[in-house]
């Protein structure tokens, strides 16, 4: 059974910075390609940003720059380093494992945690 635990969300003022983790359980993380999804109140879930198991990254333009995401293969984690926050990333961010790096579809999702940026 797999598992993701996200954990780091908390609230942040504007221009702040948070770093959220997420650790998986059960499944050969280092051939799995790992990402993060968000869901603000009244809108879509949509994708921040996944890297793939060789390390390839990706990123919504909203978070080009201010977002990195990483993997650590030996602890079995993905971080994601949030920087320069503003309060239209105010969400609950989704880590999410695929399928070899079938990044078309998430095949686990956590249970997300929350973010809030405001003064």
């Known amino acids: 059974q797999v598992q993701l635990v996200e954990s780091g969300g908390g609230l942040v003022q504007p221009g702040g910075s948070l770093r959220l983790s997420c650790a998986a359980s059960?499944?050969?993380?280092?051939?799995?390609?790992m990402g993060w999804y968000r869901q603000a109140p009244g809108k879509q879930r949509e994708l921040v940003t996944s890297i793939t198991s060789g390390g390839r990254t990706n990123y919504a333009d909203s978070v080009k720059g201010r977002f990195t995401i990483s993997r650590d293969n030996a602890k079995n984690t993905v971080h994601l380093q949030m920087n320069s926050l503003k309060p239209e990333d105010t969400a609950v961010y989704y880590c999410?494992?695929?399928?070899?790096?079938?990044?078309?579809?998430?095949?686990?999702w956590g249970q997300g945690t929350q973010v809030t940026v405001s003064s």
């Open positions: 999410v494992q695929y399928s070899g790096n079938a990044l078309w579809s998430p095949r686990y």
């Open positions: 059960g499944s050969i993380f280092r051939i799995n390609a």
